[in-house]
């Protein structure tokens, strides 16, 4: 009976969930302003059908836990050296700007130096859960303001470690002993930190590719669900036992995959996790207000929310500028980062930061925390239309200094590295356009990858990683292995979820390419040698490259194809003389 109870909350976070997500989608509001409002309800302040406890928790904290694995599969070393101004510069500025100002008024306010320096830390930082969500929403995750947001999060996130350290110290008695411990404490954490970044980098590069590239020999799907479970519970486990965050390992575990062409696969896999735990998160979010407090308070509530609200919004804009933003980008920043972080509910729930506070504060507190994260989408809302308004209201040029708008994502994706593909990803790759291959024989994907093509493995007809790949971004993908059963399908599921977005293929056939006719797929017949050629002209054209340059790469190959062919048959013709 026992295991039947701890089943029961799991059971009832689900159920809610599901309904939660399918109201909102009906009245077109946020999955997070859902899961909220059905925490509120179900919480043990309201309805109290499921009260906290440490299976919540714990549901709660791997919905952040897998949030930033995924976060880690999109930081590269090479992305990290892009971002360094955003993570070791905007990131810190952010939050000595926020945290000073937090900690400034909370010291006026009578609170102790101590407890002011870290509830203002704390108050500095964002939700990255509630952030990142809202961005993918939107399909802003890849624009530079979801870019730099992302950065800023990822710094702020490695900040809680050290200030968790901090609040521990007081915790121990805040002794002169614990005080004067408290700066080693911190360098062991950062040397800890550098270290498990250090090997996360290796055991990426010399033990993690190797071994996926074992288990793609498996040709065994299932496998990559498994490691993938096994990855981010395994590195958040390490660094919870090395005395750092769970998070900040799952972040490194999603960067050790980061570089291998399994990353792909890896997200898909990892994703339907993260969605459903991330949804468990925010309903226990919900369950910790208190609506008593709410009704008895909501004066000082609303003063102390509109007060978070605008000082982060004001700071944050004003780092921005600083480094090199333009007004309408420092604004929608500072309206994306507005929002308290999660961090706070566990900061006010230590016992020694609580009897310092008050009951009463830390209501207060954990509801206004909570109800910015309510109040995320509608002022990420704001924030766009307003940097819009000052944009077309203003004739000052775009600071050089700021990223400009557009996407990282390459605009072509080729499905499949056949003899057809490869000639495809040679033209793209001589013109430099940048592409994503995605193939699914293993065979193919080993080899293209030894070739030096930048492949990644992955079913290209399965949904999942369509929506990975972010299809909806894409200018334009190209099929080609036209007329197996896999293409059919791919092309008939691409017709039905993306009708709008172009798509190439190869055919052999005028029979072939009548099939296509009515519909917005543009079949091309391969006539030239070697095969994929007229498939690969197609898509330069697409992409708007001089005809001339189209024709001369044209020419250049059927010369390579030709000697190719002569110095084959001149081998076959020695071994046939010997």
């Known amino acids: 009976m026992s295991d039947i109870h701890a089943l029961t909350p799991a059971i009832t976070l689900l159920l809610v969930g599901i309904l939660a997500i399918t109201i909102m989608r009906r009245i077109g509001l946020s999955p997070i302003v859902g899961y909220l409002c059905a925490g509120i309800l179900i919480g043990p302040h309201a309805f109290g059908v499921i009260e906290e406890n440490e299976v919540t928790h714990l549901l709660a904290e791997l919905g952040v836990v897998f949030l930033l694995f995924d976060i880690g599969l999109h930081f590269t070393l090479s992305s990290i050296w892009e971002a360094r101004r955003d993570i070791f510069g905007l990131g810190p500025l952010q939050i000595v700007l926020c945290g000073l100002a937090f900690g400034g008024i909370l010291f006026v306010f009578g609170l102790g130096p101590e407890y002011a320096v870290i509830l203002g830390g704390a108050l500095a930082l964002s939700s990255t859960a509630v ?158 207000l208190d609506w008593s407090i709410l009704v008895a308070h909501w004066i000082e509530i609303l003063v102390f929310l509109v007060a978070l609200i605008v000082i982060k919004t004001v700071f944050i804009a004003a780092a921005a500028r600083a480094f090199g933003w333009s007004t309408p980008g420092s604004v929608q920043l500072g309206f994306l980062l507005a929002q308290g972080s999660e961090f706070v509910f566990v900061i006010v729930a230590m016992p020694m930061v609580r009897t310092e506070l008050g009951e009463e504060i830390v209501g207060i507190i954990i509801t206004a925390i909570a109800a910015s994260l309510v109040l995320t989408p509608m002022l990420v809302t704001f924030g766009n239309n307003l940097a819009r308004k000052i944009k077309h209201g203003t004739t000052s040029p775009v600071p050089s200094g700021e990223i400009q708008p557009g996407s990282t994502i390459a605009p072509i994706v080729v499905c499949g590295m056949d003899d057809i593909g490869r000639t495809v990803a040679d033209a793209l790759e001589a013109h430099n356009i940048p592409y994503d291959v995605i193939e699914g024989d293993y065979d193919r994907f080993l080899a293209a990858g030894a070739d030096g093509y930048p492949v990644a493995l992955g079913n290209p007809g399965d949904v999942r990683l369509m929506e990975t790949l972010e299809y909806a971004q894409r200018e334009a993908i190209v099929i080609t292995m036209y007329g197996d059963e896999p293409a059919d399908a791919l092309i008939q599921v691409m017709q039905d979820r993306y009708p709008d977005l172009p798509l190439f293929t190869a055919v052999d056939t005028d029979k072939d390419k009548a099939r296509f006719d009515g519909t917005a797929i543009r079949p091309v017949i391969n006539r030239s040698v070697p095969r994929g050629l007229d498939l690969a002209a197609e898509v330069l054209r697409f992409k708007s490259i001089d005809e001339t340059k189209i024709q001369d790469w044209m020419q250049r190959q059927q010369e390579r194809s030709l000697l190719a062919n002569e110095e084959d048959a001149v081998q076959i013709f020695n071994l046939d003389t010997h």
């Open 131 to 288: 952030v990142f969500h809202t961005l993918v929403e939107r399909g802003q995750q890849n624009c530079p303001v979801g870019l730099t947001g992302v950065a800023v999060l990822i710094f702020q996130d490695v900040c809680a470690i050290f200030l968790l350290i901090l609040a521990a110290s007081l915790e121990s008695g805040g002794s002169s002993a614990a005080e004067s411990g408290l700066a080693a404490t911190i360098s062991l954490a950062l040397v800890k930190a550098t270290v498990a970044f250090l090997a996360a980098v290796l055991i990426g590069r010399y033990a993690i590719k190797p071994l996926f590239r074992l288990l793609s020999l498996t040709r065994n799907e299932e496998v990559f669900t498994a490691m993938a479970l096994l990855v981010v519970l395994a590195t958040a486990t390490a660094t919870g036992v090395a005395g750092l965050s769970l998070t900040l390992g799952a972040f490194l575990g999603g960067m050790m995959i980061s570089e291998s062409p399994y990353r792909h696969v890896i997200q898909t896999e990892a994703k339907p996790f993260r969605n459903l735990l991330l949804g468990f998160f925010f309903i226990t979010v919900g369950m910790s």
